[in-house]
């Protein structure tokens, strides 16, 4: 069975709490769980890459792995 995989990763500390909504979670919001033809389509969203520790990167590995263990399973 087909399906569409989707990764939405955000820049350094943004998230989908705050106020000014990113393009990135608009994005994510607007996928329809499946397309037209009844394809699904499946949403990962990521907080921004080194939200953690923005300044550094620091927690960058831990998104990148979060990322990697949606598209494999």
């Not at 820049?11 to 607007?30: D, M």
């Not at 990962?44 to 080194?50: A, K, M, P, R, V």
Request: glycine share 10%.
């Amino acid at each position: 069975m087909n399906k569409r995989l989707i990764v939405c990763c955000d820049g350094t500390w943004n998230s989908p709490e705050q106020h000014h909504v990113t393009n990135v979670v608009r994005t994510a919001r607007a996928v329809r769980p499946a397309d037209d033809e009844g394809v699904p389509q499946i949403v990962f969203y990521d907080w921004g890459i080194g939200s953690y520790s923005g300044k550094l990167g620091a927690g960058i590995d831990k998104n990148i792995q979060d990322a990697y263990r949606f598209l494999v399973h």
